[in-house]
């Protein structure tokens, strides 16, 4: 039998692609299986991000906000099951595909917004040590109100209404970072400096590249950077401004040293072992900055490119053992089997 999943989730130029990239690495899996995906949503202001779903064959489709309305679509495109990854969804959208006898998957970062699901992914680094408790469900048949089920800390048995998977082991990576990792490695850095690779997800939601360029010049030392930007701009200093790219894995595994901020990129950096330093540019990445930087398995460089950052930027640039230390850590951490796990709950749920 064919299954058919739906992926509610957007990406913008406000609300960046995180959440379109995991969900589209998830999807990788599942139509490795065999299954159908559909993406519910909108890509706006993106080129780079919907080229992402063209180029895979995954379809779009416009989502209403309204979770009846929803409803009605997932029952007219036959989904089995929907992944749900958004901060701005009714709270009641979970509840509702529920109702409707459709399995759901919420992928959330710490706070789970509201949203019932039979299944919870948290693939934070150290998510399965923080306590959680999801929305009040309604009661089972023949049961209780407000009675929950087993397995609600760490991965808990697939199937259990709330039950999560938890923790790095569940990092969604995409095809063409998999394929990545031992294929291509970082160049030794030469006189002209370290390689340095700096980019705020695929939108730059932020604005920040340019100022975070600007430190790596301030530190003074000899380097080469790309920054990823969908805006141009200029900047004094051995640095390359490119447009969003799906050269990106590539361009990771050669750097010496990444700057980016704590969202979904890192798992893909940590897989490849590449020498991190971390920002955040939204409330919900600091749950992965603090874990990550006081894990030691990232360097920190606080929320602005100011002079406590361009210290430890210089810090980076000038020890390649230092730079290598994080790599290592990194590299240890993310098996890149985490879709494959991910994949395995959901199915079990059908």
Same mark, same amino acid.
């Given at each position: 039998?064919?299954?058919?999943?739906g992926?509610?989730?957007?990406?913008?130029?406000?609300?960046g692609?995180?959440?379109l990239?995991?969900?589209?690495a998830?999807?990788?899996?599942l139509?490795?299986?065999?299954?159908?995906?559909?993406?519910?949503?909108?890509?706006?202001?993106s080129?780079?991000?919907?080229?992402?779903?063209r180029?895979?064959?995954?379809? %779009? +489709?416009a989502a209403? #906000?309204?979770p009846? &309305?929803l $409803?009605?679509l997932?029952?007219?495109?036959? *989904?089995? =099951?929907?992944?749900?990854?958004?901060?701005?969804?009714?709270?009641?959208?979970g509840a509702?595909l529920?109702?409707?006898?459709t399995?759901?998957?919420a992928?959330?970062?710490?706070?789970?917004?509201?949203?019932?699901?039979?299944l919870?992914?948290?693939?934070?680094?150290?998510?399965?040590?923080?306590?959680?408790?999801?929305?009040?469900e309604?009661?089972?048949?023949?049961?209780?109100?407000g009675?929950?089920?087993?397995?609600?800390?760490?991965?808990?048995?697939?199937?259990?209404?709330?039950?999560?998977?938890a923790g790095?082991r569940?990092?969604?990576?995409?095809?063409?970072?998999l394929?990545?990792?031992g294929?291509?490695r970082?160049?030794?850095?030469?006189?002209?400096?370290?390689?340095? %690779? +700096?980019?705020?997800? #695929?939108?730059?939601? &932020?604005? $920040?590249?340019p100022?975070?360029?600007?430190? *790596?010049? =301030?530190?003074?030392?000899?380097?080469r950077?790309t920054?990823?930007?969908?805006v141009?701009?200029?900047?004094?200093?051995?640095?390359?401004?490119i447009?969003?790219?799906?050269?990106?894995?590539?361009?990771?595994?050669e750097?010496?040293l990444?700057?980016?901020?704590?969202?979904?990129?890192v798992?893909?950096?940590?897989?490849?072992?590449?020498?991190t330093a971390?920002s955040?540019v939204?409330?919900?990445?600091?749950?992965?900055y603090e874990?990550?930087?006081?894990g030691?398995?990232?360097?920190?460089?606080?929320?602005?490119?100011d002079?406590?950052?361009?210290?430890?930027?210089?810090?980076?640039?000038a020890?390649?053992?230092?730079r290598?230390?994080y790599?290592r850590?990194?590299?240890?951490?993310?098996?890149?089997?985490?879709?494959?796990?991910? &994949?395995?709950a959901?199915?079990a749920?059908?």
């Amino acid at each position: 039998m064919t299954h058919r999943v739906g992926f509610r989730c957007d990406a913008g130029v406000a609300s960046g692609v995180g959440h379109l990239m995991r969900c589209v690495a998830l999807a990788e899996e599942l139509c490795g299986r065999g299954a159908e995906v559909l993406f519910l949503g909108e890509v706006a202001g993106s080129e780079w991000a919907a080229s992402q779903l063209r180029q895979r064959g995954f379809p %779009l +489709c416009a989502a209403p #906000g309204e979770p009846a &309305a929803l $409803v009605e679509l997932v029952r007219v495109f036959g *989904l089995d =099951a929907v992944v749900l990854d958004s901060y701005v969804l009714a709270a009641g959208t979970g509840a509702a595909l529920r109702a409707a006898g459709t399995a759901v998957l919420a992928i959330i970062d710490g706070d789970p917004l509201g949203q019932e699901a039979d299944l919870y992914l948290d693939q934070n680094l150290g998510a399965e040590l923080r306590p959680f408790q999801p929305p009040r469900e309604r009661p089972a048949e023949g049961g209780p109100q407000g009675e929950r089920p087993a397995g609600l800390r760490g991965e808990g048995p697939a199937g259990h209404r709330g039950a999560r998977l938890a923790g790095a082991r569940y990092a969604l990576l995409r095809d063409s970072v998999l394929l990545m990792r031992g294929t291509a490695r970082r160049r030794p850095a030469r006189s002209e400096g370290p390689l340095v %690779l +700096c980019f705020f997800g #695929g939108t730059d939601s &932020a604005g $920040v590249a340019p100022a975070w360029a600007g430190a *790596l010049c =301030a530190t003074g030392l000899p380097f080469r950077a790309t920054v990823v930007s969908p805006v141009p701009f200029e900047v004094d200093g051995p640095v390359t401004v490119i447009p969003p790219t799906d050269r990106l894995p590539g361009l990771m595994a050669e750097a010496n040293l990444v700057v980016t901020a704590a969202g979904s990129a890192v798992w893909e950096l940590l897989h490849l072992g590449v020498p991190t330093a971390l920002s955040w540019v939204a409330d919900n990445q600091l749950i992965g900055y603090e874990a990550l930087v006081g894990g030691g398995i990232a360097a920190g460089l606080g929320p602005a490119p100011d002079a406590a950052a361009v210290a430890v930027l210089a810090r980076l640039l000038a020890d390649p053992a230092a730079r290598d230390a994080y790599g290592r850590r990194g590299a240890k951490l993310i098996d890149g089997r985490g879709r494959e796990r991910v &994949a395995d709950a959901l199915l079990a749920l059908l």
